[in-house]
């Protein structure tokens, strides 16, 4: 997700209204980290998902849900 996107996003919650004034810089590093950490909570949600279905070539999708993450 870009800073762009992220900025969109706290601008649609309402969040920038709490932050974007006072220091912006320093906000918007927090924002992106929690953006960060959410993404990275759903991405092990859905392959955690993959790997319940225990049938073969399931893993393979729980692998690359997991190497998104790496890009």
């Known amino acids: 997700m870009t800073q ?20 912006k810089d320093r906000f918007l590093h927090h924002v992106e980290t929690f953006a960060d950490l959410v993404a990275l909570a759903e991405r092990e949600a859905c392959a955690k998902l993959c790997e319940a279905q225990g049938e073969y070539g399931w893993q393979q999708y729980a692998d690359a849900i997991r190497a998104r993450g790496n890009t």
Not at 4 to 23: H, P, R, T, V
Request: hydrophobic residues 40%; proline residues 0%.
């Open 4 to 23: 762009d996107e992220i900025i969109l996003l706290a601008d649609a919650s309402g969040l920038s209204y709490y932050g974007m004034g006072k220091d």
